[in-house]
Structure formats: C-alpha cells, structure tokens
C-alpha cells in the first residue's frame, strides 16, 4: 500500500463530497473543483503530470499550484486574454509581422495556445530549469519544434548570471532575487529555492537570434515585476513600433526597479494601452485609453494585464 487508510480516507474526502453533485450537474464549476481535488490527490504519487486539453497536450509539475493545477483543472489559462489579443493585433495590421516574443513562458503559456491561435512564429524564453524542460517537452510533444524557439535564459540588463528564488521547482511566484529575508511574493520560507540563471539583455538576444525589430507583432512578458528590465532592454523593438503585453503588479514593479521607471518608460515609447477585459470583452474593438491615465489607474491597482501600443 502507499498509504495508510485513514490517510487515503481523509484526502478523499472532499473528493467524495463533491461526487454526487458533480455527476448530476452540468454546472463546470464542479467539474473543475472536481479535477482540483484529483489534482492534489495525485501529487504524492506523481512529480508531473500528462493530460490532454482542447487538442494540446500539456505537461505539468504536481508541485506547481498556479499555472499547472489551472490548465489541469480548467484546461486554460488567460486564453479569453489571449483570444481577444490576437483578435486586436491581427484588425490593427500587426498580424502581419511574423514573430511573438514570450518572456517568462513557464511551461508554455501563452506560447502553446498561440501557436495554435496564429500563424506566428515563436521566441519563448524561461529561465527556470524546471519548467524549460516541461516547456521543451510541451512543445515538442505538439509538435511545433519548428515554429517554438525555447531559449533557457531570463531577460536582465547585461550578459550574466543572477540568482532567482522560486516558490517550488516550478511556480509563476518565480522572481530575482532581493536583499534581505523578503520577495514581492512575501517572506521567504524553507519551502523556496534559489536557482542560478543566465541573463541576457532583449534587444541583444533578438540579434542572435537573426529576428529583426520590425518582424516582431508583439513582446508578451510575465516577470514578476522585472517589466521595466524587459521595457529597458528592448528599446530597438519599442521604436519599430512592436506593441508590448505584459502584468502591472505594482507591489512587484515597486521592488524590483521602481514604479516610477517603468512608468517613465511606457511614457516614454508607448502613447496608449488597452485592459486585459477590454480584449477579452470586446477583442478587436476594445477601447484604448491614453498613456497618461496610466499612473491613476495603478495607485489602486493590485494586478492586471495591459497591451502597451505605440504612438
């Protein structure tokens, strides 16, 4: 036996209570309240798991309770963003250039359900060794090696390594490094790991890349609060007029590098932006608000998306 009874017992439990329900119901919440227990209930006995959504086969860690247990549990992730951005870029006339830059692409996310949304070819970049194996795998076992450029690096100011702390193998609470005991996530705990990583700044590995400024449609970047690094590494993409997607989490954006940088930087190379609802409500009509409304919107702001579109 792996488990004793009434350990088994007690981890079935809310499994079993949902059972009923969910079987005489066509409502999706229980359905996806039902695979979040089925979930939890495999990570004894599996470091990653396999499974097929909408046509995509995924891989993903059992440790990794954020974008895993999501695709696990609902089958996407942000895709009603997704959807609605592509929808924008493709009316607006950037659906025309041939190339989506992904930073902080975890495991494949937006990288998978964009290659298959779009006809774009793919620069996916992750730093974590974890989950760039899993975004490997992913890529390769749907088979768009030939449209995915994996590249195993984080996006920082100059060609180096630098230390990142992350909350498991794999977690979307990945971030560098602060001093002291605390993270934009929070305290640090035992449960963290520190993981060495390359740097390299945008600009320069696009140009390694052979990837020419204006081929690009769009910069999509989830890191933590490390936007502004993106934005200041990246200014040759910025004047070719390539949109930039990213999270505004001030409370992250405040620690590493500053509110006011990131703001003087979107000020500096972009004149408007649109919400992540605005995309997802009313996609290729969703309504841009002027770049100088930005600092307001975030003084309450906790987090969100938003495209940057250049003036």
Sequence with gaps: MIQNPRTVFRRLRPFLGLTRDAFWADDE????????????????????????????????????????????????????????????????????????????????????????????????????????????????????????????????????????????????????????????????????????VTTERLDDLLRGLDVAPDSVAMVWSDTQGSEATVLGTGESLWQAGVPFYCEVWPHGLRLHGGVARFLELVKKHFGSYVTRDELADRRHEAAKRPIESLADLMSGLDTTDLLFLPR
């Design 29 to 196: 919440r229980y359905q996806v309240r039902l695979r979040e227990h089925l979930f939890e209930l495999l990570k004894p006995h599996a470091k990653t798991l396999t499974f097929e959504w909408r046509g995509v086969l995924w891989s993903g860690a059992t440790d990794d309770g954020g974008i895993s247990k999501k695709l696990f549990a609902k089958g996407k992730y942000h895709l009603e963003y997704l959807e609605g951005l592509l929808a924008y870029l493709s009316h607006h006339g950037f659906g025309t250039r041939k190339v989506a830059v992904d930073v902080g692409a975890n495991v494949g996310i937006p990288s998978l359900p964009m290659a298959r949304l779009s006809d774009f070819d793919i620069v996916a970049i992750e730093p974590l060794p974890s989950a760039f194996q899993l975004l490997v795998q992913n890529v390769t076992q749907n088979g768009f090696e030939d449209r995915i450029r994996c590249m195993k690096l984080a996006i920082g100011e100059r060609k180096e390594t630098a230390e990142m702390v992350t909350r498991g193998t794999i977690s979307s609470l990945a971030e560098f490094r602060l001093p002291g005991g605390e993270q934009g996530y929070g305290p640090r705990s035992p449960r963290d790991q520190s993981v060495t």
